[in-house]
């Protein structure tokens, strides 16, 4: 969206790691922990810090990873022939852990997903990736009293890493979207700030329905706090433009008070 700055990395460069641990958190979510030597290059921002995550293709016997730094990496990705050239997803920390050198990282698992799921449920120590940091997408540019967060399953580490980094005075409210009400994690939440789940499973919803719709609908009656909004929605992309839409044209929220990061779309897979 015009106007939307990211917080940037102060390095940027692709460094090696390997799957440390594996473990189904949940009904639909797998974290893979990540880690090693390489590790040590990555630098915790905290907020919604999110990754470029390189993986092997089945046919690789090895990982390929650019050694470009800056935004040459993807010249030399794209000059990389196919055979050898990795996947890559983007995703964000769901915790990390400088000391130990580890991050965890929260995958949606679907049996028969794409090559990042297929990852996540076939991890095992010693898999090797890549981590390519980009940075923090949430970056209030306004003066504003509460924050409105809204996400899907997909940004649930995202809503966990925000409210881990507001202020202990912060006011606001989470919507966060999820298949089922045991897909809810725990996480540090500031006393002023309300997060609602909301479970598919738990409103008549197939838990593998189109994910947002949900969010959406509660976002629309949901009686939300007076004063100057800052709002940040993430998730699939008819979630994150059908809330601005609602926030700017239904409730009058100035456009410069919504960001928005459409992590993906349903019905169409990544390349």
């Known amino acids: 969206m015009a106007g939307f ?10 460094v090696a790691a390997e799957v440390v641990a594996s473990q189904r958190v949940s009904p639909s979510i797998v974290r893979v922990t ?3 030597e390489g590790v040590e290059h990555f630098s915790p921002m905290g907020f919604d810090q999110w990754f470029r995550l390189f993986l092997p ?16 990496w993807y010249v ?28 965890d990282i929260d ?25 390519l940091d980009q940075g923090v997408g949430y970056n209030p540019r306004v003066p504003h009293d509460w924050t409105l967060l809204v996400a899907d399953e997909t940004g649930l580490p995202a809503v966990a890493g925000i409210c881990a980094s507001l202020p202990d005075d912060a006011r606001g409210v989470a ?7 045991a897909d809810a994690q725990e996480f540090r939440v500031p006393a002023g700030v309300e997060l609602r789940w909301v479970a598919r499973d ?15 609908d509660v ?49 169409r897979a990544a390349a």
Do not use: C
Not at 79 to 89: F, G, I, Q, Y
Not at 202 to 216: C, I, M, T, Y
């Open 5 to 14: 700055q990211m917080v940037k990395p102060s390095v940027v460069q692709v």
């Open 34 to 36: 990540v880690g090693g």
């Open 57 to 72: 293709r089945d046919e690789q016997e090895s990982l390929r990873l650019p050694t470009a730094t800056s935004g040459l």
């Open 76 to 103: 030399q990705y794209l000059a990389t022939p196919k055979a050898r050239r990795p996947w890559v997803r983007n995703y964000t920390v769901r915790d990390a852990r400088p000391a130990d050198r580890e991050i």
């Open 107 to 131: 995958f949606v698992a679907h049996e028969d997903g794409g090559p990042a799921s297929a990852f996540a449920l076939g991890a095992s120590a010693g898999h090797p990736v890549g981590i």
């Open 175 to 181: 919507i966060v979207e999820l298949p089922h009400a």
């Open 202 to 216: 738990e409103h008549g919803s197939d838990p593998h329905a189109v994910p947002g719709r949900l969010a959406l």
């Open 219 to 267: 976002l629309k009656r949901a009686d939300l706090p007076s004063g100057d909004v800052y709002a940040y929605v993430v998730g699939e992309s008819s979630l994150v433009t059908g809330a601005r839409r609602h926030l700017v044209n239904d409730r009058g929220v100035p456009k410069a008070h919504v960001d928005f990061i459409g992590y993906w779309r349903h019905g």
